[in-house]
């Protein structure tokens, strides 16, 4: 079973960028469809963007469509969320996510990385 870590998240003020990262460990990467949760306090987990095994499949809440772009490099074991015009409404604890063949729910998460966007 893959193992998640996540690294990138920080202080940024707002209209700045954040790249955000997730290595993955323990299992064949290219095998697992990737994910980016976040959750805001007080709120619930929210899906932010997925991606397919090759990377040719794409999605991504409406709230950070044309903001937000994801990728991976799979030789790299290594999911990539680059986040752009960030707003405060961003601010939030960003999660990696993974699904075996990329079907089903995600089932194996990291621990998360904060990101906090000042106004």
């Known amino acids: 079973q893959v193992q998640l870590v996540e690294s990138g998240g920080g202080l940024v003020q707002a209209g700045g960028s954040l790249r955000l990262s997730c290595v993955g460990s323990?299992?064949?990467?290219?095998?697992?469809?990737m994910g980016w949760y976040r959750q805001a306090p007080g709120k619930e987990r929210e899906f932010v963007s997925s991606?397919?095994?090759?990377?040719?499949?794409?999605y991504y809440a409406d709230s950070v469509k044309g903001r937000f772009t994801i990728s991976r490099d799979n030789a790299k074991n290594t999911v990539y969320l680059q986040m752009n015009s960030l707003k405060p409404e961003d601010t939030a604890v960003y999660f990696c996510?993974?699904?075996?063949?990329?079907?089903?729910?995600?089932?194996?998460w990291g621990q998360g990385t904060q990101v906090t966007v000042s106004s």
């Open positions: 996510a993974a699904r075996y063949y990329g079907m089903g729910q995600f089932n194996r």
């Open positions: 323990g299992g064949t990467f290219s095998l697992y469809g």
């Open positions: 991606i397919s095994r090759e990377g040719d499949d794409t």
